[in-house]
């Protein structure tokens, strides 16, 4: 009888993995089709300088737009993406859009800046680098954009994303690093990599005033980026004006969060950039 059994879970188990295989296959066409119907669209996130009330820039944010309307998030398909090597061609399907939005937004003779998530894949050749010459033109300046690495997924080859990393500083393309404090890789990357900015995740500013030990992680990232003078600091997933008045006292001022606004399509920014002066007011001190 456990022999029987085995050989039935044993069975179980390849026809789980088949059906796993068969809906990764499914999804992997459908983000092609998804491509090629150029359905992949950004979505903007304000940050928000809470003392000045100015708008530093925005993070670019992918959703995936059918034609009927329904708008799939990324954890529906960006783990899958990021796995499969299709997020290149999403970005580069997304680029192509952020440009555009930069000068529809005029931000081409301002510092504001357009972050886009990039993965480790990203910076092992010049693909990426070369997608952006090519979509470079007068009405945008290379420093309109700047690109954000999670510390959650590990970088092959150091050696070469440092190379890659050199063009774009080169011409003035910043690196940040997302979701700091929550991965494995993250103040090696600091040192290895001139990250200019450090994005401190939302699971830090949901605890502020709560959890100790959290808290205490959140202030050595604070003390660490406060240290190291060129580092700059940006709040991430901040909900209420009672964190945006905690982290001002820590000298975090840009903040990206609900409190001032959810990622939004460019004709929304558009329109909530004319009443943004008075939102920001509401929501800070
Ligand atoms: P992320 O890069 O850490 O982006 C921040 C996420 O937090 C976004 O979720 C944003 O909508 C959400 N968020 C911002 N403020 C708040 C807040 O106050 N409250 C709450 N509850 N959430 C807030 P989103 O847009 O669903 O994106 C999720 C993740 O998907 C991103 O996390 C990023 O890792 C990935 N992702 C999104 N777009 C791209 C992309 O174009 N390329 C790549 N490789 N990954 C992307
Ligand atoms: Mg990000
Ligand atoms: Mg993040
Ligand atoms: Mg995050």
Redesign the pocket.
Known sequence: ISLGIGFLIGILLVMGMQWLLSQNQTLEALIKQGLDKHE?K??Y?PIVHSKSGKIVGC?????WVKKDGTII???QF?PF??DSGL?LP??EQ?LYRVVRDIQTLNWGDTDKFMS????PEHLQNDDLFHTIESLKNDHWQYHNLSL?I?ERRKIEDLAQAKKTLEKFYDVGIELKL??AGTGYGGFAYVQELKISTI?I??MF?DVIGTDDMKNSVLSSIIAFANEASSMKTIA????TREQVELLAKHGVYKI????YA??MPIEELVEWKKIAKNLIAMASH
């Open positions: 992949f950004p979505f996130q993070e670019v944010l992918v959703r998030p990324p954890y960006i993406a990021e997020i999403i970005t997304l886009v998530n990039i993965v954000e999670t997302d979701d994005k995740d939302k500013i991430e997933g901040v909900e990206q969060g609900y409190v959810k990622p």
